[in-house]
């Protein structure tokens, strides 16, 4: 593994923080939780689009700028070094649009990547029930064939993040309910204007209205929005969840400026008895990049990221916790109620809930990667 910059990363990676500088918004930034808040990181998105930064790994064709992979670890290195917040855009640049870049048609990329990149359509993820959280295969919400050419949505999505403010969700749904557990399943994308949708919000433990319920009762869905093919919604969702745990939803940048932010914090409040913890915090988020640049140098190769993205998944979860833990204890009592710290704890709790839960990981790592039995 070669992690020397070529002159063109070097020359990348200047271009982009001098961007960054020059047009980054008022920091910090409101709470993209809210309905208010999220129309502000709408605009900025709407920014880095215009300027060309919003997605750089894509092709031009789709409002990317062709960089490579490295290049992007670069710029995600930068972004969070400017201070800036996660991206609202996040579920669709993230999570969806490497999936239709993968099982997509191509009609389906040329209408829906350049709407994503320039957030004129906003995605939330459409998976947890009221019944079947991190157990995705326990899904009831059923799509029914219409004769018009297309499916009826029926059933309720839980938890969606997001799903308050976005205009769009992708989810799973049984077509056959007949089918074993982890068949039978389609991967749709949904207009939430949809007749049939009722979309309402959810308030969440720090009081942002950033999760909503979302209902259906017979939406219709053109076969033009089935992502990977009928009854294939678990491979395609597996696709998906790929890049949720590993890659792209959680880049070694976000936790590289947290832990600067940590040293600076020890430095301003500094408590000898947490000296070793923060060191710790510092040397886990450069071992994230290291694993994370092994990642980038086998998907540089055409290899493809398995089961191990939930051992990444697992890491930054808890390295989430334990930095922001870290900073709160250097606080103290007085300082620790309030603030970004506390706010970023907030949100770092829910790290080993979501993108599956942190136990259903570990059996997975257990049982593919170490190949342990079942119990």
Same mark, same amino acid.
């Given at each position: 593994?070669?992690?020397?910059?070529?002159?063109?990363?070097?020359?990348?990676?200047?271009?982009?923080?001098?961007?960054?500088?020059?047009?980054?918004?008022?920091?910090?930034?409101?709470?993209?939780?809210?309905?208010?808040?999220?129309?502000?990181?709408?605009?900025?998105?709407?920014?880095?689009?215009?300027?060309?930064?919003?997605?750089?790994?894509?092709?031009?064709?789709?409002?990317?700028?062709?960089?490579?992979?490295?290049?992007?670890?670069?710029?995600?290195?930068?972004?969070?070094?400017?201070?800036?917040?996660?991206?609202?855009?996040?579920?669709?640049?993230?999570?969806?649009?490497?999936?239709?870049?993968?099982?997509?048609?191509?009609?389906?990329?040329?209408?829906?990547?350049?709407?994503?990149?320039?957030?004129?359509?906003?995605?939330?993820?459409?998976?947890?029930?009221?019944?079947? &959280? @991190?157990?995705?295969?326990?899904?009831?919400?059923?799509?029914? =064939?219409?004769? %018009?050419?297309?499916? /009826? !949505?029926?059933? #309720?999505?839980?938890?969606?993040?997001?799903?308050?403010?976005?205009?769009?969700?992708?989810?799973?749904?049984?077509?056959?309910?007949?089918?074993?557990?982890?068949?039978?399943?389609?991967?749709?994308?949904?207009?939430?204007?949809?007749?049939?949708?009722?979309?309402?919000?959810?308030?969440?433990?720090?009081?942002?209205?950033?999760?909503?319920?979302?209902?259906?009762?017979?939406?219709?869905?053109?076969?033009?929005?089935?992502?990977?093919?009928?009854?294939?919604?678990?491979?395609?969702?597996?696709?998906?969840? &790929? @890049?949720?745990?590993?890659?792209?939803?959680?880049?070694?940048? =976000?936790?590289? %400026?947290?832990?600067? /932010? !940590?040293?600076? #914090?020890?430095?301003?409040?500094?408590?000898?008895?947490?000296?070793?913890?923060?060191?710790?915090?510092?040397?886990?988020?450069?071992?994230?990049?290291?694993?994370?640049?092994?990642?980038?140098?086998?998907?540089?190769?055409?290899?493809?990221?398995?089961?191990?993205?939930?051992?990444?998944?697992?890491?930054?979860?808890?390295?989430?916790?334990?930095?922001?833990?870290?900073?709160?204890?250097?606080?103290?009592?007085?300082?620790?109620?309030?603030?970004?710290?506390?706010?970023?704890?907030?949100?770092?709790?829910? &790290?080993?809930?979501?993108?599956?839960?942190?136990?259903?990981?570990?059996?997975?790592? %257990?049982?593919?990667?170490?190949?342990?039995?079942?119990?």
């Amino acid at each position: 593994m070669d992690l020397s910059p070529t002159p063109a990363e070097g020359a990348f990676r200047e271009d982009a923080r001098a961007w960054l500088a020059t047009n980054k918004p008022e920091l910090p930034m409101p709470s993209g939780e809210t309905a208010e808040g999220f129309a502000v990181h709408r605009a900025w998105e709407r920014r880095l689009f215009e300027g060309g930064w919003s997605v750089v790994s894509w092709p031009r064709e789709y409002g990317g700028r062709d960089a490579t992979l490295w290049e992007w670890v670069i710029f995600e290195e930068e972004y969070y070094a400017a201070g800036l917040p996660q991206r609202v855009a996040q579920n669709g640049i993230f999570l969806l649009a490497p999936t239709i870049f993968e099982l997509g048609t191509q009609e389906q990329k040329e209408r829906l990547l350049p709407r994503m990149a320039g957030v004129e359509d906003m995605w939330c993820q459409g998976w947890s029930e009221p019944g079947a &959280g @991190s157990d995705l295969a326990a899904i009831t919400s059923r799509a029914a =064939r219409d004769d %018009a050419g297309g499916w /009826r !949505l029926t059933g #309720q999505k839980t938890w969606t993040t997001r799903g308050a403010f976005c205009t769009h969700l992708f989810g799973l749904f049984r077509t056959d309910p007949d089918a074993e557990r982890h068949r039978g399943m389609t991967y749709f994308l949904v207009d939430l204007k949809t007749p049939g949708v009722t979309v309402r919000p959810v308030d969440k433990f720090d009081g942002d209205a950033g999760f909503a319920e979302v209902f259906f009762d017979g939406a219709f869905v053109p076969d033009s929005d089935v992502l990977g093919g009928v009854d294939k919604g678990w491979e395609v969702a597996m696709a998906t969840t &790929g @890049s949720e745990r590993g890659l792209s939803l959680r880049s070694p940048g =976000r936790f590289l %400026a947290v832990v600067d /932010r !940590l040293v600076t #914090q020890y430095r301003e409040t500094p408590d000898p008895s947490l000296r070793s913890e923060v060191a710790d915090g510092w040397m886990a988020a450069q071992a994230y990049k290291l694993a994370t640049d092994m990642t980038v140098t086998r998907l540089a190769a055409g290899d493809k990221l398995g089961a191990e993205s939930s051992l990444s998944k697992v890491f930054w979860s808890e390295l989430d916790i334990a930095l922001h833990g870290t900073a709160l204890r250097l606080l103290g009592d007085d300082g620790a109620l309030e603030g970004p710290w506390m706010k970023g704890f907030q949100f770092a709790l829910a &790290g080993p809930i979501y993108a599956g839960t942190n136990e259903i990981q570990r059996n997975i790592i %257990a049982e593919r990667l170490l190949g342990l039995p079942r119990k």
